[in-house]
């Protein structure tokens, strides 16, 4: 499986569109919200490989995928010292096991498989 990039975004259907239309992408899965108003997860592929993952922005984030559940393990703790965690860890549709996280500098990680 090859990692790519996650963005939030604000009007996250726009977004996807015009993502498609600069790169020649495609939407390859998608996930919408409840109230139909924007994706809580959508992927773009380029000619079949993931490209870029994108989210509507409840809080914007900076992203870090890694590999293993233990490395996930392992950035929640050091990542949550001093800092404030926003999601626990815990399961979605798109991802096995992940979490979200301020870091005692401001910086909003969200760590996933």
């Known amino acids: 499986m090859k990692n790519y990039n996650q963005v939030y975004v604000k009007n996250s ?3 996807a569109k015009i993502y498609c ?3 020649g992408a495609e939407i390859t899965r998608a996930f919408i919200n409840k109230n139909n108003t924007a994706y809580e997860h959508c992927e773009l592929s380029v ?3 993931g490209f870029l993952a994108l989210a509507e922005a409840s809080n914007p984030c900076d992203i870090d995928i890694v590999h293993t559940e233990e490395a996930v393990y392992n950035a ?3 990542l949550s010292n001093g800092g404030v ?3 626990s860890i815990h399961e979605l549709p798109w ?3 992940c979490a979200t ?3 005692k500098f401001g910086v ?3 760590i996933s498989i």
């Open 13 to 15: 259907f726009d977004a």
């Open 108 to 110: 909003c990680w969200w």
């Open 95 to 97: 991802s096995s096991c």
């Open 85 to 87: 965690i926003i999601e």
């Open 76 to 78: 929640f703790e050091v």
């Open 101 to 103: 996280v301020i870091d």
């Open 47 to 49: 000619n079949g490989e």
């Open 21 to 23: 239309k600069a790169f």
